[in-house]
């Protein structure tokens, strides 16, 4: 599904060393990239994202683990762990 009109993406620019450019105000600069903004939105990409941000602050495993019906606290980390490693792909791939 769609979350942006087409030809609005829009990146951060960044320095040789992956350093977002920023401007004389110190705010980040964007690039347009002329392409389509499309963001695919799943239910279990926002469960992952949400199980992320509660454990983000250091909230108790046994917690979020209630509050997302998972069985175990390996299922739990294992979802933090998906989520990590895709977060790093998703690094990786920007810097190339």
Not at 33 to 47: D, E, I, M, N, W
Not at 63 to 85: F, K, M, Y
């Amino acid at each position: 599904m769609p979350c942006h009109a087409p030809g609005t993406g829009r990146q951060i620019e960044s320095n040789e060393d992956g350093t977002p450019v920023k401007t004389e105000a110190g705010n980040i600069r964007l690039k347009d990239t002329g392409k389509p903004a499309v963001v695919q939105v799943g239910f279990h990409s926002l469960r992952h994202t949400f199980v992320s941000l509660c454990r983000a602050p250091n909230a108790p495993l046994s917690g979020v683990q209630s509050i997302v019906g998972h069985a175990s606290p390996p299922l739990t980390n294992q979802t933090l762990d998906a989520t990590q490693e895709n977060q790093n792909k998703q690094n990786q791939d920007h810097k190339s």
